[in-house]
């Protein structure tokens, strides 16, 4: 089994940034690929960003390609997500997933979820 613990969410206005993390325990997840997932009040869950177990590719929705930056730090078993230049439309419960296949971009492909952690982006 696998634990995963969102940290780093809050209220910020447009244009500000924000970093999440996300603290894996109960086994390494080192081997397995991990992402990140966000879901906006009445709105389906939303693919935000997908890293490789060892950093070496990157998958990214659109809307957030160029601003939002996924990364990893397999000796601490954290995952990151790096947010510039927020928008409004970014406000959601963001979570992060370990998974078992790539390239991620489905909640289908992953096994185990955080309880999320807030954004809210202020206009």
């Known amino acids: 089994q696998v634990q995963l613990v969102e940290s780093g969410g809050g209220l910020v206005q447009a244009g500000d940034s924000l970093r999440l993390s996300c603290a894996a325990s109960?086994?390494?997840?080192?081997?397995?690929?991990m992402g990140w997932f966000r879901r906006a009040p009445g709105q389906e869950r939303e693919f935000v960003a997908a890293?490789?177990?060892?950093?070496?590719?990157?998958n990214y929705a659109d809307s957030v390609k160029g601003r939002f930056t996924i990364s990893r730090d397999n000796a601490k078993n954290t995952l990151y997500l790096q947010m510039n230049s927020l928008k409004p439309e970014d406000t959601a419960v963001y979570y992060c997933a370990v998974g078992s296949s790539w390239p991620g971009r489905r909640p289908y492909e992953y096994d185990y979820w955080g309880q999320g952690t807030q954004v809210t982006v202020s206009s």
């Open positions: 109960g086994r390494t997840v080192n081997n397995s690929p």
């Open positions: 890293i490789r177990w060892d950093g070496g590719l990157l």
